[in-house]
Every structure is written in C-alpha cells, then in structure tokens.
C-alpha cells in the first residue's frame, strides 16, 4: 500500500454505516407494531444485543413481554423441520397469534407452534398465499389478475372465476400503469407483475379497481445488453408518457364477488399519470362499506376534487372542491396518506388545504365550507385518528417546536370550533401510529442527535407503556458520532434553512477536510428527517463521512415539509433543483464559523433527482463544486416521467430549456463528473444520462460514464460495486489520496422485505 493510500479500514468502516447492516448497530431502535385482532394487543420485532426479539403489549393491562420463548420455539421447529434453529435469528420475521398458537412461515412451509408446550407443527393444509394476490377482509376470497382480467378464487373451495372477459394489453382491468411498475426488480424477485390495483370492500362483498387504459400513451425502449442467459440483447417495450404527451387514464368500476354483477362509475375516466391511486391511497372505502371516496386532478394539477362513488348504483358525485394558483395537494409529500377524512354518514369531511399558506384542517357539510379548524404557522402533516363521538381527531403537525420546523408533534383537534392541544411534552420529533380504534398511540421520539425512545401514550399523551429506549452502544464504538442540526440563512438572505452536518470520522477541529454536499431536490419528499433515523439517502451520507469527508444534507427552498410559499420555489424553477443557491449560502455560512470545512475541495453525490441535482452543482457552480458522482439522474426532464415534470414544475413548457434539463448546460463542465447508470433502469431510463453524455462530448468535455448492465434504478445486485466506485472517485478526486485497492462491498441482499421498504 502507497504511502498515500486510503487505508482499507475506512472502507470497512464506511460500509458498516450502510442501511442493510445498520440494525445491528442501532439496536431496540425501531419497532413497528402489528395489531392483533380489534387492536387490543399488538407485536413488534426489535434488533436487541442478543439478536431478532419478538415482543407482545397490551396496552390496557400496561404490559409488554416476550411474544413466546424464543429458545424453547427454536427448539420446537428444529425437532419438527430437522432444520437447524437460532433462537435469536429465527427463519421468520412475522408471526399470527390465536387461540394459544404462533403460526408462522419458514424452510417453504407454514407451521403453528402451541405454546403451552411448544409442540409445533407443519399445517399441511395452509395454502401459501401469493404475493400476487389480493385477500378479502373475511380471508373468503383472493381477488388476482390472469392475463390482463380480473379473477377471484374461493379460499374454501379453491373455485376460480373471471369477474372480467375483456381486458388487453392495452386496456387492462387493476393494472398499473407499466411506468409504475419495477418489472426488472420484480423479475430479479421471482414475481412477474406487482399485486392487483384493487380494493375489498370492508364486508368482503365488493371490489374497487379500475380499468387501466394505455393504449394512446407512446412505448420507451430498454435493450438488456446482457440478459441472464447470455444470449442476445432483449429488447423491452413498455408504455411510458414524458411532459406533454399523452397520459393513461382509468375508469373506476366496482364488482359483486357473490352476483358476479359489474357496476362502473358514472362519470368520466381519471388521469393516472403514473401511481395508481389505490397505492397512493387516495380511494378508499367507507368504513360500512357503503360508499368510494376518491380523489381526483386535471393534468395541470390546480383544481383537487373529493368524489364519492356509490357503489351500487355507480352514482357519483362532488363533496370537496379546491383550487388554486399552483397545485393543489392533499398532502405535500408523494408517499404521504391524503390528509382527507370523511366522517360516518358522507355529510361532514375533513379538508387539508394550505389556502392560507399553511396546511391546515378545514371541515365541510354537504360539500360547504363550515369552517377552519387550525390555524398558525405549522403544517398538519397526519390525520391519525378521529373519534367522531367525541368530536375530536388527533393529528400530527410539524412547526410548533420552535427550534426545528421539521420536528413534528402529537395534538388533538375540536371538530366544532377548532382549536388543538398538544399532547406530547417535549420538543422532540414524534412519530406515531395508531390502531383503528385510536384509543392508544404508538410513539417513537427522537431527533437527529437523541436515540429514539419508544411508548405507548393514551389519548390525553400520558405514557402507558415504555417499550424501547435505543442503544447506540455498537454505532458509538464502531466511530460514529451524531450529526449537527445546523440552521443557516437561504440565498435570498432571509429565509432559514435546516440541515444535518455530519463531522468525519476521527475529527481533528485542527485539520482540514474536504467536504461533501448530498443533495436530494424535491419536490415530492424532503432529504433530512427529523428523526434519529435518517433515511435511505442518509445512510449513504453517513458512510462517506466514514471515509474522512465532511457531509452536509440540507432542505432548501423548493422542498416539501414547511409553507406553500417555501414548497412553490420549485413551480417553473425546477432548474434550481432544490435550490442549489441554497446549497452553496449554507456551506459558506457554516465554514465561517468551522474552519475545518475545506470549501476548496467541495464534492456532491446524488441518486435519481439527487443525480441530476449533483450535475447541476457542477454545471451551474463550476467554481464552487469540483467533483461529483451522478448516478441514474433524470438529467433531461423534458423526457422524464410526465407527472414529474408538470407536477413540479407546472403545465408543460415545450421551450422550458435549460430549466428542466441539465444537457443545455454542458458547456460549463470543469470539474471532475462521473456518470452512473444502469442500462435496465425503467424509471429514471439511461437515455436520460445518454443525453447529457452526448452534449458533454458535442461540448468537448472530458468526463466519466459507468453503464451497469442488468440492474434497475436502485442498481440492486451490484449495488456494491456501484458504491465502492462512487467513494473511489471521491477519494481519488476530492481526498486526492488513492483507494484501497482490491475492496470489495457486499450488494444489498435482495428480499420482498426490500422490496417493500424501497417502494413504501
């Protein structure tokens, strides 16, 4: 090894940060709970210092135990499986309880364990369910997709039965949109399509869908180079819309399982430009299975409607109507439940609206507006819960911590009059979940520098619980050290903007480090979480730090999460990506006070927007950004996903130009870019990162490209040596020293769990 030379350790040590081996280092850090029954009990798993626990809580009686005896279980399945059996690293990690028993899956069967003598048992007659498949509430019937038709099959009997004969390729019935589904991951999975587009009705009796209609929306082409079998480059056709094209639509119809009888909607087809609404959840049943609400927008997205559907008549009419300058949201984040509640009966409605340059609650009857329910400089980020005899729902809203905007909080809000109550006793980040019931919440507080600390609260937020207070104990040994919460002023010199500012490993305030910008623009979710855990792309950020650099994460304007005012900087300035100006005010405001940061040696690194925001910084800032690594950028938006470009940017704008394309900025390259893409990527299409390559050669520009065959948009299956080559050209680049040579990463393991996670 060079005198020069990284050592291999950072490496190893920059790869202990990353999300796939994070829990073991962050232990009794999470716990989702799964409700039992009505919600009167629920389970979680936790990572603990012995390994994968299982815990049980009864929220009523105060408790929380062991789920079983997980040594004298191992011991069960072992005897019964001939398998070999850790206690704490049991072959499942979800489990169902009744009448005494644990049933679980595991070694391609389901078994059931009783637990008064742990005998267990292989139930030869449990079917395994499909992942392809959709299950009646009661567990009668799976509804699934059979070519491009809609079928059910009876649980009891098996009987199948088509509840649809038409459907084609091009008009097919619970399908999404082809731009939305991951058929490459999929594939990688085992799994040839996503579940159906559907949803049971809450007595089991009805299915919602839709028919998906693609037939006038154009093909995008993928070539895999070098498909599995090593034969012939395939070629992959599937329909996909850019901004100005046209888009799929959907047309809402509602079957009866037991009739067999058809009822579509009486109202015209819906934009689908690219998630089904029954993924975004923005249709839903009504709790006694009477009535569809759904939510639907016109292409330049300025006007919101709430619908509600009768299902049996196919009647549908207007209960909420919005509109405004710039979009009209539900809730600023993509993945965000709409925070739209309709109340027993369809009279009343609760409204989330930021007419007044905040999102507030506002209550409708029989479609007027009767009033504002909160009011003040904070967002309602959830509705968790409505008591509607109580006349009261409990919400989550962000910005009444005064030291954090992003911080959010636990409140009840007055349905007659308004007004709210905060429930939660400290400034920390909460975030919660709840049964249907809503008699007990589950909360995780934290911030980014405080481990989480996880109860159960009652209604009033008196803790009934405590359930896990997290251990950072293996994260503190292994070098890390928490991020800074920094707040500094935006371009325009008025604005405060929140980040995180993570120090490198092995801080010396007397030396002097290279430092890292890791950008993600918006405007659908915001890049820094409030809470102990920050998310995908701060795992990554996490670990280059590992390596010896300065990282810094920031939520310029543009970015969801505060006011409209904040959230509208990206409408028609999508081409500042985020606010890169806000990028760069942050980082020379931070180096006044913390000499340490080197704003000479100034790197950026980004994933999809991320990666197009990374060119950008180079393109837009030669003299500030020196070095970055795009990888799978939609660099020419103008080609991208339709709903991309004129959701955020507003209605089409053929003459757009360098404002949504970073190929028209080409000939201001100066420093040091390398291009990652991978060719099978069928969300964010390499020809995205072609374009750019083919003006920065018109432009005379040296640059690097690194094409990947055979992955998609999260490069899953090489994911490792993706991210030893983005922190070897760092390194080599910004660091100037060289890498350890020969190191090898380990690729994400590829699971359903992972699936879920990427695409929750």
């Not at 890049?527 to 920031?554: I, N």
Request: proline share 7%; charged share 25%; with cysteine.
């Amino acid at each position: 090894m060079s005198m020069n030379a990284l050592p291999a350790i950072a490496y190893d040590r920059a790869e202990r940060m990353l999300l796939h081996n994070r829990s073991r280092l962050a232990l009794r850090a999470k716990a989702k709970p799964v409700w039992i029954g009505g919600g009167e009990r629920f389970w979680y798993r936790v990572e603990t210092e012995r390994g994968g626990e299982f815990v049980l809580v009864d929220p009523a009686a105060g408790t929380r135990g062991p789920a079983f005896d997980p040594e004298r279980l191992a011991a069960a399945l072992a005897s019964a499986a001939g398998q070999p059996v850790q206690p704490y690293a049991l072959p499942f990690r979800a489990v169902e309880f009744a009448d005494g028993t644990v049933a679980f899956d595991a070694f391609g069967a389901r078994w059931t364990c009783r637990l008064a003598d742990y005998r267990c048992a292989r139930d030869e007659k449990h079917a395994e369910p499909s992942p392809l498949e959709v299950a009646s509430p009661d567990k009668k019937w799976a509804a699934f997709r059979r070519d491009h038709d809609l079928w059910v099959r009876s649980a009891e009997t098996g009987e199948e039965f088509a509840l649809t004969a038409d459907g084609t390729a091009d008009r097919s019935y619970a399908a999404h949109p082809d731009a939305a589904v991951p058929t490459h991951l999929l594939g990688k999975l085992g799994l040839a399509d996503m579940p159906p587009a559907l949803l049971w009705s809450p007595d089991s009796a009805r299915i919602l869908t839709h028919r998906t209609d693609q037939s006038d929306v154009a093909l995008m082409h993928l070539v895999e180079a070098v498909p599995p079998d090593g034969g012939r480059p395939r070629l992959r056709s599937y329909h996909y819309p850019v901004p100005g094209e046209p888009i799929t639509c959907g047309e809402w119809i509602v079957f009866d399982v037991a009739s067999r009888t058809v009822t579509p909607a009486k109202t015209d087809p819906f934009l689908l430009p690219y998630m089904s609404p029954v993924t975004l959840k923005k249709a839903w049943w009504a709790k006694d299975s009477t009535a569809v609400y759904y939510l639907d927008q016109p292409r330049d997205l300025r006007t919101l409607r709430l619908h509600a559907l009768d299902p049996a008549t196919g009647e549908v009419r207007t209960l909420v109507e919005e509109h405004g300058d710039t979009r009209v949201e539900a809730a600023q984040e993509i993945t965000q439940k709409p925070i739209v509640h309709v109340l027993a009966g369809g009279r009343e409605t609760l409204w989330y609206s930021q007419r007044d340059g905040w999102g507030h609650l506002y209550r409708y009857e029989d479609g007027e507006l009767v009033e504002q329910l909160t009011r003040g400089p904070f967002a309602v980020q959830q509705i968790v819960h409505v008591d509607e005899a109580e006349r009261v729902a409990y919400a989550v809203v962000s910005g009444l911590v005064q030291a954090d905007p992003y911080r959010r909080s636990l409140v009840r809000v007055g349905l007659d009059g308004g007004g709210i109550a905060k429930l939660t006793d400290d400034d920390l980040d909460h975030v919660i979940t709840a049964p249907e019931h809503g008699r007990w919440f589950v909360d995780s507080a934290s911030t980014v520098d405080t481990p989480p600390t996880i109860t159960v609260r009652d209604r009033d937020g008196a803790v009934l619980v405590e359930l896990e207070q997290a251990d950072i104990t293996p994260l503190l040994a292994a070098g890390w050290t928490p991020p800074e919460r920094v707040r500094t002023l935006a371009a325009d010199g008025v604005t405060e903007i929140y980040g995180v500012l993570y120090k490198p490993h092995g801080f010396d305030a007397a030396q002097r480090y290279p430092v890292i910008d890791h950008p993600y623009p918006g405007p659908q979710i915001h890049r820094v979480a409030a809470s102990f855990d920050p998310g995908t792309y701060g795992y990554d950020a996490e670990a280059v730090a590992a390596l010896g650099f300065a990282v810094l994460a920031v939520d310029g304007r543009g970015t969801p999460g505060r006011d409209k005012a904040f959230h509208d900087h990206a409408h028609r300035n999508m081409g500042s990506a985020g606010a890169l100006e806000d990028h760069v005010a942050a980082l020379r405001q931070l180096a006044q006070a913390r000499p340490w940061l080197d704003l000479d040696r100034v790197g950026v690194f980004g994933v999809s927007g991320g990666g197009f925001t990374t060119a950008r910084a180079l393109l837009a800032f030669p003299d500030f950004y020196k070095v970055g690594v795009a990888e799978a950028g939609n660099h020419d938006n103008r080609h991208y996903h339709a709903l991309w470009a004129e959701a955020y940017d507003g209605p089409f704008d053929p003459d757009a130009g360098a404002r949504l394309s970073n190929t028209e900025l080409a000939g201001n390259l100066v420093g040091k870019l390398l291009l990652v893409h991978g060719d099978m990527d069928d969300n964010v299409t390499p020809h995205l990162t072609m374009r750019l390559v083919d003006a920065l050669i018109a432009a005379n520009k040296d640059f690097d490209l690194l094409i990947v065959p055979g992955v998609e948009h999260s490069f899953l299956g090489r994911s490792g040596y993706v991210a030893r080559r983005r922190w070897d050209y760092l390194v080599r680049h910004l660091m100037h020293r060289e890498p350890p040579a020969g190191y090898r990463l380990a690729d994400v393991p590829l699971s359903l769990e992972l699936l879920e996670a990427l695409f929750s």
